[in-house]
């Protein structure tokens, strides 16, 4: 059953984001673009609450803007606001796709047997600082169950071995599709394949353990402590085909010295993971990052 506590904050933020809407926006850049969605807005009746805006370069660059507005009537107004826009999309060749901040966006988060990421995410869904529906836990392996069921969450536990990789990734995939908006990899240790990457493209975030692209692969912390490191770093990015090559949303590092061993190491990367991960699914969440070819431009 789903948390009454956590239900009733999220009823709550529904109903103040009743009639606020975000509009996502990158084109190529020319003058006129602020002014033309700022007047469109204006004739709407819109009220603009936050507007965010940056240019690769003014003479032959991209444009890439997020403004926030509230508008009364907004969810009856709203295939009529789509068509408006529409036409001044078109008119400065715009990609552009228009959020309801009252929507939540539904979660699936996946994790192996390491939870710190985890309990981030659902200490934060609990408290209301992450506005969203959090659908499911996925895990290859059964230890997170403890901890998940107390908040109402469904926990699906699912092994994956070499052989059974390929009905476990046919399984996840039944599970998530048509009920899931992001999928969160929270310190889940199993490489997804093509196919699902390809399927949930820009909607997978993974944390990685270090500052990319420093000591990826395996023991990092034993191979940081080994070069001595002075900075334990975090990495949250979009997944990809290829391995931590996915645009970089946040990261982070904290700083250790040489009186530091592996576990003090760790004991450090793992508050810097769950925080630089909380960060980027947020910043998901709120529709403030927008991905040109393998990079992001995040409006925090």
Not at 81 to 102: K, N
Not at 179 to 207: C, G, K, T
Not at 264 to 283: C, F, I, P, Q, S
């Amino acid at each position: 059953m789903p948390n009454p506590r956590v239900q009733s904050m999220l009823e709550k933020a529904q109903a103040a984001r009743r009639n606020r809407a975000r509009l996502l926006i990158s084109c190529p850049d020319q003058p006129g673009i602020i002014a033309s969605v700022s007047q469109f807005l204006y004739s709407q009746g819109a009220n603009i609450v936050q507007s965010d805006q940056h240019s690769t370069n003014p003479d032959s660059g991209l444009f890439f803007m997020r403004i926030e507005f509230a508008l009364p009537d907004l969810q009856e107004r709203a295939d009529a606001l789509r068509d408006g826009f529409a036409e001044v999309a078109d008119r400065f060749r715009m990609d552009w796709r228009l959020e309801f901040a009252s929507v939540p966006k539904r979660i699936a988060i996946f994790v192996s047997k390491e939870d710190h990421c985890l309990l981030e995410l659902l200490w934060q869904w609990q408290a209301g600082d992450l506005f969203a529906d959090l659908v499911m836990v996925v895990s290859n392996h059964p230890d997170a169950r403890a901890v998940v069921e107390p908040y109402g969450v469904p926990f699906y536990w699912i092994p994956v071995t070499p052989e059974s990789k390929p009905e476990a990734e046919r399984r996840q995939r039944e599970l998530l599709r048509g009920q899931v908006d992001l999928v969160v990899l929270a310190r889940y240790m199993q490489i997804l394949s093509p196919d699902f990457v390809q399927e949930w493209r820009h909607r997978i975030i993974n944390i990685h353990h270090s500052f990319l692209p420093a000591f990826i692969g395996k023991n990092p912390y034993a191979r940081a402590h080994a070069r001595g490191v002075k900075l334990i770093g975090a990495t949250a990015h979009y997944v990809t085909e290829e391995l931590d090559e996915g645009p970089i949303i946040e990261q982070d590092v904290l700083r250790v010295d040489h009186r530091d061993e592996v576990e003090d190491l760790k004991r450090v990367g793992r508050t810097v993971e769950r925080n630089v991960l909380a960060r980027a699914v947020k910043w998901h969440l709120e529709d403030r990052i927008l991905i040109h070819e393998n990079k992001t431009v995040v409006f925090a």
